[in-house]
């Protein structure tokens, strides 16, 4: 069973930083794209940034300041979030497309969500 786990969330003042993070466990025979999605209090879910290995995609309100990256090795998936605002306050969901083995279909996973605060 797969399973993904943020963690790095927390308060963090206008202009700050923040670096989350996914830690994916359980076997996984392919993974079709990976990412960051957020939700703000009576919004919809939305992406953040996402990367298929060969390109990827940013809300266009984060391009610039927020980064992605994934270490294979460790299996974990990393956002870097610079000059944060207010407007990026949101509940922030770690996010993997992929196939559990070989002979299943693509499914999406999620992890449970960790609160980033940008306030003063």
């Known amino acids: 069973q797969v399973q993904l786990v943020e963690s790095g969330g927390g308060l963090v003042q206008p202009g700050g930083s923040l670096r989350l993070s996914c830690a994916r466990s359980g076997s996984i025979f392919s993974i079709n794209v990976m990412g960051w999605y957020r939700q703000a209090p009576g919004q919809q879910r939305e992406l953040v940034a996402v990367s298929n290995g060969g390109n990827t995609d940013f809300a266009d309100s984060v391009k610039g300041r927020f980064f992605i990256s994934s270490d294979n090795a460790k299996n974990t998936v990393s956002l870097q979030m610079n000059n944060l605002k207010p407007g990026d306050t949101a509940v922030y969901y770690c996010?993997?497309?992929?196939?559990?083995?070989?002979?299943?279909?693509?499914?999406?996973?999620w992890g449970q969500g960790t609160q980033v605060t940008v306030s003063s």
């Open positions: 996010y993997v497309r992929g196939k559990a083995t070989k002979w299943r279909s693509a499914r999406d996973y």
